[in-house]
């Protein structure tokens, strides 16, 4: 299979843990976007990455959220101290260049008690 | 700031009664016009690709058709296997970040 792989599928953590989703994308893509997306919304833009740099951060939803790509190959997004309204899905998707259709994960979909 | 919205939010079809979904956009420099179908629970799949006005894409009971200002998803004799939300997303020049709308939800009843 050579989607683009989330981990884990689902997550059930308590309120002020710290959490950390991977995403694996379509090997040779080299930008990656991190979503989130909540009930009956579309999905709503955090961060992308062009091969291993940050491109743009400043949509993350605060300083508790961080991304990273190391070696520009998979991408993790940690949430710390997670709060109830961070309760969601995260999508990752991938795409081979700027401006070309970008292929999603299966989510993670995060539920903070 | 780069705006997509939808619509009609919701619809109901019967099976066979075609219709079209309504994507506006606007966006500094269009870079490209996509259509993904989602399932419940799942991530967007990627359906078409549009990059300029009067671009036309098909793919089975789906036709996707762009002018300069918004995108239709026409569906033809849709079937209940067609029920899903359809999200359409607008690239911008400079970042090329998809901006999403919020989706059309399609009910198929058989």
């Known amino acids: 299979d050579t989607g683009v792989s989330q981990d884990p599928r689902h997550k059930i953590t308590k309120r002020g843990q710290n959490v950390t989703f991977r995403c694996d994308p379509i090997s040779e893509h080299n930008r990656l976007y991190w979503y989130r997306q909540t009930l009956g919304q579309g999905p709503e833009f955090l961060t992308y990455?062009?091969?291993?740099?940050?491109?743009?951060k400043s949509r993350l939803l605060s300083d508790r959220f961080s991304a990273e790509r190391p070696k520009g190959s998979f991408s993790t997004l940690e949430i710390q101290r997670t709060e109830q309204g961070d309760s969601a899905m995260y999508l990752c998707?991938?795409?081979?260049?700027?401006?070309?259709?970008?292929?999603f994960g299966q989510g993670t979909r995060l539920t903070v008690v | 700031e780069d705006q997509v919205t939808q619509s009609p939010e919701a619809l109901r079809l019967q099976e066979g009664e075609s219709s079209s979904l309504n994507c506006s956009y606007t966006?500094?420099?269009?870079?490209?016009l996509f259509w993904y179908r989602q399932d419940p629970g799942k991530g967007p799949e990627f359906l078409f690709t549009?990059?300029?006005a009067g671009e036309e894409k098909e793919k089975e009971r789906l036709k996707a058709t762009l002018t300069k200002k918004e995108s239709f998803l026409h569906i033809t004799a849709p079937k209940p296997e067609d029920s899903a939300t359809y999200l359409c997303?607008?690239?911008?020049?400079?970042?090329?970040?998809?901006?999403f709308g919020r989706g059309t939800s399609l009910i198929v009843h058989p």
């Open positions: 549009l990059y300029s």
């Open positions: 997303a607008a690239a911008s020049g400079g970042s090329y970040i998809p901006t």
């Open positions: 990455f062009q091969n291993e740099a940050q491109l743009e």
């Open positions: 998707a991938s795409s081979s260049e700027a401006g070309a259709e970008a292929f």
């Open positions: 966006v500094s420099g269009l870079r490209g």
